[in-house]
């Protein structure tokens, strides 16, 4: 049985199986050009002698730079298939982000597309020359060797696999309560062991024509192999524009993307959603952060019935699923729930001396999965406290109702979802306290009809001085990016306290939550 294990498929063996397997298909479309999975299947190997030729070697971690792009997917591919551990920078994230992921992951190479990111990957090299043995471009640019011509003059070169399911696949960064990035370091085993789940519990369509407008360096991501692996075909784009979204929708024959509520907002509000032939589409999935349920009925009248809601997070993905099904308007009481527990993946709502609540209790939701990630890297503690008892502890409190769907309640920690983002309090207020007019700064997550939460910030100025909350909202959107900015900003005497001295942000959140329930789907 063991050996069995050991020798089952990684990821990366799965996607070049699937290459082979339909050779004339398409495998990726975008704007101005295609590529066929015999054409991604040679790209591969061509990329890794060009890898390979550079120094690029087995063990090392590869930091990649990219909006969506199907030729730095494969590069992704192609460095994991020679050993390489990967690690992929936020496309939208700031230069001391990038830098942090780059220096915690011990990143000797850095991939860079510089045709979204040249400025961005130029700085990184610069600033992370003493670290980065290697800086390789997908394309020309200023900085770096072209690994594409590189690649081009290898010519024909089969695709290598040393992939084995023990060895270290890839770090995926999150926020923390330090308001410092944590890496979840996953193993081949984990991460083909995700991609089986995904494919088996989401109501895929029999051939996917799945649209990525979010970024599949990240949780769209997720979604190319399994598509993949049915002979589907991946339509990119650069980013979320309604009417180019809508537009190539109906052109292509799109039946499955993914979004966060604030794209479906987006959609529900646009002039030409019911002019536009959307007939084809099967699966919406949808999550990353609450919908109202209002607008969920209305997409479900004039989209139709294709939703379906994801639960899951760095740590551990997929976790549950609400799927289409679920959303029947004469049961509205599911839109509230995050869906119902995933084949492969055990949850238990417990509560904080790490016991099962009783029935219909809230607990912290804590997960067993072979797709669960195996430690955060170099963070021993923060490992142990995330692991205590032997369940991955997500952070999130929920109820589970007689069937065994999740309602998360909320948030063990102050992390607010924005239109799909993800942001950590302890950064905002960090930079906002750098302010030399600024005594106190506290940041939580309050209502949005679009984007779920917004960012608001309460600011304590120091005597005899008046910061202006434009200068401080830009100071943060320099630093960290405009997802991170806040968009209120209100000026207070003091900021309540706990008996212990800490800013009581229950206290400051139920001024903007009152008769509103603060939940995550």
């Known amino acids: ?24 298909r398409m495998a990726f479309v975008w704007d101005g050009g295609s590529l066929t999975y015999r054409g991604a299947h040679a790209l ?44 992929w920078l936020h496309p939208l994230g700031s230069l001391a982000d ?56 290898a010519g024909e070169a089969a695709p290598v696999d040393l992939t084995d399911p023990d060895d270290y696949a890839i770090i995926n960064y999150t926020g923390g309560t330090t308001g410092k990035s944590k890496g979840a370091i996953r193993r081949h085993r984990s991460t083909a062991a995700s991609a089986v789940s995904i494919a088996a519990d989401f109501e895929f369509p029999a051939v996917p024509r799945y649209l990525a407008a979010a970024p599949i360096t990240h ?38 993307t993914l979004m966060v509520p604030t794209m479906i907002y987006v959609l529900l509000d646009h002039p030409k959603l019911d002019r536009t032939d959307l007939s084809s589409l099967e699966l919406v999935l949808y999550g990353a952060s609450p919908m109202s349920p209002t607008r969920l009925v209305e997409g479900l009248e004039r989209i139709g019935p294709v939703f379906s809601q994801l639960y899951g997070q760095t740590e551990c993905y997929p976790v549950s699923v609400l799927r289409k099904a679920d959303h029947d308007a004469k049961r509205p009481e599911l839109f509230a729930s995050c869906g119902f527990p995933i084949a492969s993946c055990s949850v238990s ?33 923060q490992t142990a406290e995330a692991f205590k008892g032997g369940w991955l502890h997500t952070g999130d409190v929920a109820r589970a109702d007689e069937r065994g769907y999740l309602y998360i309640v909320d948030r063990k920690k102050d992390m607010i979802v924005s239109g799909g983002f993800n942001i ?17 700064a506290a940041v939580i997550g309050v ?75």
Request: net charge neutral; glycine share 10%.
């Open 1 to 24: 049985m063991q050996d069995r294990i050991a020798g089952a498929p990684t990821g990366t063996t799965m996607t070049l199986r699937a290459f082979q397997r339909f050779p004339d």
């Open 44 to 87: 591969i190997g061509r990329l890794q002698a060009a890898m390979s030729a550079s120094g690029l070697k087995k063990g090392q971690t590869a930091a990649f730079l990219s909006a969506n792009s199907a030729e730095t997917w494969c590069a992704g591919v192609a460095a994991q298939g020679l050993g390489l551990v990967v690690t």
């Open 98 to 153: 990038h830098l942090d992921v780059v220096e915690d992951s011990g990143a000797t190479a850095l991939i860079v597309d510089p045709h979204t990111h040249a400025q961005r990957g130029g700085e990184l090299a610069a600033k992370a020359a003493d670290r980065l043995a290697t800086v390789l471009t997908m394309g020309q640019a200023d900085f770096g060797r072209d690994l594409m011509a590189a690649a081009e003059r």
């Open 219 to 256: 949780v769209s991501g997720t979604k190319v192999l399994p598509s993949l692996l049915r002979g589907g075909t991946i339509h990119l784009l650069k980013g979320f524009e309604p009417e180019k979204f809508l537009a190539t929708i109906e052109r292509e024959k799109i039946n499955f």
């Open 349 to 381: 709502l417990r509560d904080e001396d790490n016991n099962e609540v009783k029935p219909g209790e809230a607990g912290e939701i804590c997960v067993r999965a072979p797709h669960a990630m195996e430690q955060y890297w170099k963070r021993p503690e």
């Open 424 to 440: 950590f309090p302890r950064e905002v207020e960090d930079v906002l306290s750098s302010h030399p007019d600024v005594a106190m």
């Open 447 to 521: 209502p949005h009809e679009k984007w779920g939460e917004a960012v608001a910030a309460l600011i304590v100025a120091k005597p005899g001085t008046r910061p202006a909350a434009e200068a401080l909202m830009q100071l943060v959107k320099d630093r960290k990016g405009g997802t991170h900015a806040p968009k209120q900003i209100e000026f207070v005497d003091s900021l309540p306290l706990t008996a212990v001295g800490k800013v009581d942000k229950k206290v400051l959140r139920a001024k903007y939550w009152a008769g509103q329930t603060r939940q995550v789907g």
